[in-house]
């Protein structure tokens, strides 16, 4: 199947939609996986007949693997700046597939939750994402690709080194886990330095989910496993599993201390949540970043029932905030709008915004007191 | 989120993370040097008690050192033989060339990167000797701590203490203060 922008783009993936339908904290994982073919040189060190020859080996299984028979195919010379920015900014490709050329290829699945990459910085990449926590259906679609290819091919592996990597520092077992974690409380309570500390002293890393605006725009934040963390794919899972979890067990725990501060009078949190439910409601323009800062204390305000649904579930409307605090507004030029004096001319992600903004505010009832 | 260090280069004497680079240019001719902090100082380059920065770079003692160095450096590449032994100096017998994709020892050194699945057993003591020094590089107290002055060293971890209090990470600076008080 041919490369269709227009579907990528106009369609939200799955797992956007229903991102963090499981849990108020986590949002949702990511999986990254990276496999290299034996006999044929690194893609950053090979030329570009040596890549164009690793992509005729790997795309004809590509394509004939179940789930892939009808993928987005595309060589990266053929995809222009806009549309590598959006899959950038939807995290679906990497920043060094995004300066890739000739002979690297990209594949999405028809779902939009698999990425294949074909000499990135590794012969064979893979990108994996699901809704919530659920890290074995990720998982099961990582290995799924690698499992029907290891019959055709002789992957690059020792059994001393594991799956050999063009970084010998990452070479294992070729996976990095992601989890996106919303912690607007933490984040409130200035707890995070010491959060970045435990994770660190965890043999995990933390980062921003939206690191162009700041450590702490819209209180999202990745938490992910070093690339060549010793254990199995099992063991790793088990390892970012347990440490969310926890992460997300201590997040509501700070959320019940700021409600009973709220209770006590200290109005804190209903000033943070209701000026953003005012700003969503009464703004003619919102920038990318304001988008996600307020979409983020919504969401906050609906978990602590500031706000809840006039329609659907409390669910419903958690996972759709998630998804759109994921997807961070808009596509390919939500970042890039310029800062303008008002008044101006709305430009088309904010028109989007705006549009979106009603339909879920319509949606919502603000309540003076939680609980209500 | 990965990569972050690629493009650091090492150190040409022992292959740590190198943190002083000098160019040479003698008729013409360029030589790069890039040294860790150890190496510098055991070679006598590097003294930042005793040395300001202009002395450190225009003596004409100093000149002399790089010089020999720098010649020392380039005798040592020359000598290099193509057979593998095992009790050999970094980069002194190892091949410096994977005859599979031609990836060269030095654009490891300097990128981290590896050329194809066989550079793996070329350069396998190299890639050893890196994961050493990284793991060593990342324990709390290193080689080049231990051959430090007192006074040195002092001034270094009180500076470490004031940045953990700054930071509000209580848990360092505790130990920070007992190394201090051990040294006192």
Redesign the interface.
């Known amino acids: 199947m041919a490369f269709n922008k227009e579907s990528i783009l106009n369609t939200c993936p799955p797992w956007f939609r229903r991102a963090g339908s499981a849990n108020d904290v986590i949002l949702g994982v990511m999986g990254r996986l990276v496999r290299?073919l034996?006999?044929?040189?690194?893609p950053?060190?090979?030329t570009a007949e040596g890549r164009r020859a690793v992509a005729e080996l790997l795309l004809p299984a590509i394509r004939r693997c179940p789930g892939f028979k009808s993928a987005h195919c595309a060589e990266m010379s053929e995809l222009d700046y806009g549309m590598r920015r959006a899959l950038l900014e939807r995290r679906q490709i990497s920043p060094?597939m995004a300066a890739r050329q000739d002979g690297c290829h990209l594949i999405i699945s028809k779902r939009q939750d698999t990425v294949v990459m074909v000499n990135e910085?590794e012969h064979l990449v893979i990108h994996s994402f699901n809704s919530g926590h659920d890290f074995r259906a990720l998982t099961e679609r990582l290995n799924h690709l690698p499992s029907v290819l290891e019959q055709e091919f002789e992957f690059?592996a020792?059994p001393r080194?594991g799956y050999?990597t063009?970084?010998?520092?990452?070479?294992g077992e070729g996976v990095?886990l992601y989890a996106v974690l919303h912690l607007p409380a933490l984040t409130l309570s200035n707890m995070m330095?010491q959060v970045n500390?435990a994770i660190e002293k965890l043999q995990l890393?933390i980062?921003p989910f939206y690191p162009q605006y700041g450590e702490e725009c819209g209180n999202a934040y990745?938490v992910?496993t070093a690339?060549a963390i010793y254990g199995t794919m099992g063991e790793i899972t088990e390892h970012l599993r347990d440490i969310i979890f926890r992460l997300a067990e201590r997040e509501n725990q700070v959320r019940d201390r700021l409600l009973d501060m709220h209770r006590l009078g200290d109005h804190f949190l209903a000033d943070r949540v209701n000026r953003s439910y005012g700003l969503l409601r009464y703004a003619c323009t919102l920038s990318q970043q304001e988008w996600v800062e307020a979409i983020s204390m919504l969401r906050l305000g609906v978990c602590c029932r500031f706000i809840s649904p006039t329609e659907g579930t409390e669910e419903e409307l958690l996972g759709e905030l998630a998804g759109q605090l994921i997807r961070g507004g808009d596509y390919a030029t939500g970042s890039a709008i310029p800062e303008r004096a008002y008044p101006r001319q709305a430009t088309e992600p904010e028109k989007s915004r705006s549009k979106t903004i009603q339909t879920l505010l319509n949606r919502t009832t603000l309540h003076t007191a939680p609980g209500a | 989120m990965r990569g972050i260090m690629a493009g650091v280069k090492k150190c040409q004497i022992c292959g740590k993370r190198a943190s002083i680079y000098l160019t040479q240019i003698i008729n013409g001719q360029t030589s790069d040097l890039a040294l860790c902090e150890t190496c510098a100082r055991e070679k006598g380059l590097f003294d930042p008690q005793s040395l300001t920065f202009a002395e450190k770079f225009f003596p004409e003692v100093f000149k002399q050192k790089v010089d020999k160095l720098v010649r020392e450096l380039i005798n040592h590449a020359e000598a290099e033989q193509p057979a593998h032994t095992e009790s050999r100096p970094r980069g002194g017998d190892m091949l410096t060339e994977c005859p599979v994709c031609h990836f060269k020892l030095e654009d490891f050194r300097s990128s981290g990167r590896l050329g194809c699945a066989d550079c793996y057993s070329v350069f396998a003591d190299e890639i050893k000797a890196e994961a050493a020094a990284d793991s060593e590089a990342e324990a709390p107290s290193d080689m080049g701590d231990a051959a430090e002055s007192t006074p040195v060293r002092r001034s270094k971890l009180e500076q470490q203490l004031q940045a953990a209090i700054a930071r509000e990470d209580y848990e360092t600076a505790a130990r920070l203060r007992d190394e201090l008080k051990t040294l006192n």
């Open positions: 290299n034996r006999g044929h040189a690194f950053g060190w090979s060094c910085e690059a020792t080194n050999l063009s970084l010998p520092n990452e070479a990095q330095p500390r890393n980062a990745v992910y690339p």
